[in-house]
């Protein structure tokens, strides 16, 4: 599948979700529950967490479409996850209180292969 049609699936897949550009008032968090419905310009997104909720980006990456996935969090335990569509608007796809913001166990070097030299 080429880049083109990574971001036609992932386009194709939001808008049979019925994802559709929120009005500034409405927001999943807003609703009191998790809506694929509040989309928005990513900045405008951003600034809107950040104002009602305290909320900022504590993590991000970019998934197996190319879309950028961010994790807003606050200090007083709200959270919200949003994909990015390349070119197109952030869409918040979960969203709730009670994040904990714990680190995973560091886990055990693998041990070497014996048929590999060092």
């Known amino acids: 599948m080429t880049g083109h049609d990574n971001r036609?699936?992932?386009t194709a897949a939001v808008l049979?979700?019925?994802v559709v550009v929120a009005s500034p008032s409405a927001d999943a968090q807003s609703l009191g529950q998790p809506s694929p419905a509040?989309?928005?310009p990513q900045k405008a997104l951003t600034e809107k967490l950040d104002q009602q909720f305290g909320e900022a980006v504590t993590g991000e990456g970019v998934d197996a479409a190319g879309n950028l996935v961010q994790v807003?969090?606050?200090?007083?335990g709200t959270w919200t996850i949003a994909v990015t569509i390349p070119g197109g608007p952030s869409c918040i796809v979960s969203a709730g209180e009670?994040?904990?913001d714990t680190h995973l166990a560091k886990l055990p070097e693998p041990a070497p292969d014996p048929g590999h030299a060092s």
């Open 8 to 10: 036609f699936a992932a």
């Open 38 to 40: 509040s989309c928005a």
């Open 72 to 76: 807003f969090t606050s200090e007083n």
């Open 98 to 100: 009670g994040w904990a």
């Open 16 to 18: 049979a979700l019925g």
